[in-house]
């Protein structure tokens, strides 16, 4: 008699299997697009892809060393993130080919560093070795303000790739050669992004119902649960 075999537990998650589909994909792009820009001496382009190539194994190396889990989901939207700013913007020059893309980007990393805060605060409300209860408002505050941060601090490490090593991640904007016209727009694109998801965090905490932050952190607490023990 024939026993049906059950699926690995890793293979059930549809998150997972897409991460492994978009990882696979992203990574033979990588490895064609480095031989051609070694071939052609294009050195900066060859380290932004090893860049990107070392936030792929990020996950699985932090998982290994300090037995964190991260939600696939949010691995995704990094992972098709960094690819967009990293090798789309700056190997491909969609920076210069479309006038929106930078846009685009500081405006969903604005939504993506919004997320990140949201499940930080959640993850420090779940967790029973801290004795903390945060209101709705609070929380979506600090959402807020943690992703205007990052987006600050990625302004000077613009500024400061660009002083040092003749980058150009700061774009001219309407004639302003300084990039400070760049810096300002980002930085307020940023703000407008982080805007969305901490009204809409707000909206759904306040309202009791689910949403996908929810998901995303309840799957951390279940895949990490000696994180949460007392």
């Given at each position: 008699m024939t026993e049906s075999k059950t699926p690995a537990p890793e293979f059930r998650?549809?998150?997972?299997?897409?991460?492994?589909?978009?990882?696979?994909?992203?990574?033979?792009?990588?490895?064609?697009?480095?031989?051609f820009v070694v071939v052609e001496e294009q050195w900066l382009n060859a380290l932004l892809i090893l860049a990107i190539g070392a936030l792929i194994l990020a996950p699985t190396f932090l998982g290994q060393r300090h037995s964190?889990?991260?939600?696939?989901?949010?691995?995704?939207?990094?992972?098709?993130f960094a690819f967009a700013a990293l090798f789309l913007g700056e190997v491909r020059s969609y920076y210069d080919r479309f006038w929106w893309w930078d846009v685009a980007l500081h405006t969903s990393s604005g939504l993506l560093l919004g997320i990140v805060g949201f499940l930080l605060v959640y993850i420090l409300n779940e967790s029973r070795r801290i004795d903390l209860s945060m209101r709705p408002r609070f929380i979506a505050l600090f959402a807020f303000l943690f992703a205007v941060s990052m987006g600050a601090i990625w302004e000077i490490f613009e500024f400061t790739m660009d002083q040092t090593v003749g980058t150009r991640m700061q774009k001219?904007?309407?004639?302003?050669?300084?990039?400070?016209?760049?810096?300002?727009w980002d930085l307020i694109v940023d703000a407008i992004g982080a805007s969305a998801i901490a009204a809409l965090g707000w909206w759904y905490m306040v309202r009791d119902r689910h949403s996908f932050i929810d998901v995303w952190t309840q799957k951390f607490i279940d895949r990490n649960p000696r994180l949460f023990r007392r």
């Open positions: 998650d549809p998150a997972q299997r897409l991460h492994r589909i978009i990882v696979t994909i992203i990574a033979l792009v990588l490895v064609i697009d480095f031989v964190v889990q991260i939600p696939y989901e949010f691995q995704l939207v990094a992972l098709v001219p904007m309407f004639g302003d050669d300084s990039g400070l016209t760049d810096t300002m």
